[in-house]
């Protein structure tokens, strides 16, 4: 379920989420970033839009917005009051997503393939940590066997002289 009045971090990302991808598949909004100067201006600008949205709908301050996301609260009003376009696009997704017109099964499973691929992605950055630590591990052993051994050898010959 979407929050649509978030009262979380969680549930602010969440539908910080569903606003960004439900307004970047919308048909009209595909056809606008098929040209990659477009695109890069279009999906930054819809990423603070639709993060302003679900900070305001959580309670956030024009001020608390523009200090999180890291731009200037004219900006962070103007996406909020409409007067962008990426602004104006991402309400109408807000307001799809209210009266269950936007279909977020979609939006929904890409959200939860990404999670388990960031998630399987952090594993193996773990795993990988765990596997050099192994190395590292192997090799002092090595070397302190290798001073064992010197040690033995130079008790072997301290008892040889006292026998």
């Known amino acids: 379920m979407i929050p649509l009045v978030p009262t979380s971090r969680t549930e602010i990302d969440k539908l910080e989420h569903v606003l960004i991808l439900g307004t970047l598949f919308r048909p009209e909004i595909l056809e606008l970033i098929k040209d990659p100067v477009e695109k890069v201006t279009w999906v930054d600008s819809l990423a603070i839009a639709a993060g302003a949205l679900a900070r305001e709908k959580a309670g956030y301050t ?62 193996l950055a773990n795993i990988k940590k765990l596997e050099e630590e192994i190395e590292k591990l192997k090799k002092e052993n090595e070397e302190l066997a290798k001073k064992l051994e010197k040690v033995k050898e130079i008790l072997k010959e301290a008892l040889k002289e006292f026998e």
């Open 62 to 123: 024009i001020r608390e917005i523009a200090d999180e996301l890291g731009r200037t609260e004219q900006t962070i009003r103007k996406h909020l009051k409409g007067e962008t376009k990426a602004g104006k696009l991402v309400r109408e997704t807000y307001e799809m997503l209210k009266r269950g017109e936007l279909n977020i099964e979609e939006v929904e499973k890409f959200l939860e393939a990404v999670v388990r691929k960031e998630d399987i992605e952090e594993k």
